[in-house]
């Protein structure tokens, strides 16, 4: 497996041991990639995944599609409930609520207009 790192997580990746296999190889501009052997892509995917942006796959394609897939499933995740939390208030209240509004609307009206007429 290949997998580089960008240079802000290059000493952090030095300065470990994260797999019995690794070997760390210098890139231009202070990138590190990583190679190692495993069979166990799972734990290879969390890993990668754990960076954010900061790691990539290059080899094998098997394993890089499957890193972009959970990404895919995290973002569309994020997305979908972010749009269920963000929502105006007024649009998730509940029927029950938004008739009790409309109520103390309504009599709040009644009420200002009493206490004109008298």
Do not use: F, K
Not at 66 to 82: M, N, S
């Amino acid at each position: 497996m290949r997998i580089p790192l960008d240079a802000a997580s290059a000493r952090a990746v030095r300065g470990r041991t994260w797999h019995s296999t690794q070997v760390i190889h210098a890139l231009p501009g202070g990138a590190v990639e990583m190679t190692l052997r495993t069979r166990d892509e799972g734990e290879i995917a969390r890993w990668v995944l754990s960076w954010g942006g900061r790691a990539w796959v290059i080899d094998p394609p098997r394993l890089r599609n499957r890193v972009r897939e959970i990404a895919r499933e995290i973002l569309a995740r994020h997305e979908q409930r972010a749009a269920i939390l963000c929502r105006p208030a007024a649009v998730s209240l509940s029927n029950r609520a938004i008739h009790s509004v409309q109520i103390n609307r309504y009599q709040n009206l009644r009420s200002h207009r009493s206490h004109e007429s008298h």
